[in-house]
């Protein structure tokens, strides 16, 4: 794994900021999948033929665990006394996980809804540019619309120049794979060793051995034991209404 991390300054040691922690958590993730794969093809070893839009399940999968109390403390430790991050500074952390998430849900689904729009029904030299198409699905989206001059798409490199070309739900998509994932774990009871072993096994057994051998959904269906559902996504965010 090469990562772009913070440099040491002067005497000072290269310390690492919240985002680098899960950046090589998510690395390490996909690291994981190429460590792990039982597959003797190359062609379908590691992450090598999976689809692209469960590519990002096992990174992002490996995100969650920034935020699980036991795992951040265990890491997280003043440089020069060794004392964990203060209770106070865990609790912010959380509290920045879902601020604004509603709102940057909905501008993935903008960014998502615009994208297979513009690959699968804009005509050229039709009846609406391009940019009409982008208010059109924004207004749908979007709580605040866009303005008439906006030119968002002029720096839409994902799915003009990124790979990411009719495919950019797949971002959200990863989200819902991983959060669900994740929750097998919460279900299982983050706080029993022996479940969390167990649980661990049967991912490493499926989602991380299995590679582009067998399609995602079937390998999803493997470890969680049904497809996937949005709902862990939607609390890990706090959208979920409050149940007394």
């Known amino acids: ?63 969650n665990w920034c935020y699980h109390r036991d795992t951040l403390m265990s ?58 198409v982008d208010q059109r699905v924004s207004r749908k989206t979007q709580v605040i619309p866009p303005l008439p001059e906006d030119r968002f ?21 990863a989200e819902v794979l991983s959060a669900d994932a994740f929750s097998a774990f919460e279900d299982a009871g983050l706080e029993d060793s022996k479940a969390v072993k167990e649980t661990g096994h049967k991912f490493r057994e499926t989602v991380l051995a299995l590679g582009g051998g067998k399609a995602p959904l079937e390998v999803f269906v493997e470890f969680r034991g049904r497809e996937p559902s949005p709902e862990a996504l939607l609390r890990h965010n706090g959208l979920l209404p409050v149940t007394a």
Not at 45 to 57: F, P, Q, S, T, Y
């Open 1 to 63: 794994m090469v990562c772009n991390q913070t440099p040491p300054v002067g005497d000072k040691p290269s310390l690492m900021t919240f985002r680098e922690v899960e950046t090589v958590f998510h690395e390490f993730g996909h690291a994981l999948q190429y460590i792990l794969t039982k597959q003797d093809e190359g062609l379908v070893a590691g992450i090598r033929g999976v689809e692209w839009d469960a590519v990002e399940l096992p990174s992002q999968f490996m995100e």
């Open 75 to 132: 890491i997280g430790k003043h440089y020069q006394t060794g004392e964990s991050i203060p209770e106070e500074v865990y609790l912010k952390l959380l509290a920045a996980r879902t601020f604004r998430a509603g709102s940057l849900s909905l501008r993935q689904i903008r960014f998502a809804s615009l994208d297979l729009e513009l690959h699968t029904k804009y005509i050229p030299d039709g009846p609406e540019s391009v940019y009409d």
């Open 153 to 173: 798409l002029c720096g839409f490199n994902h799915i003009f120049a990124g790979g990411y070309a009719a495919g950019y739900y797949s971002y959200k998509w």
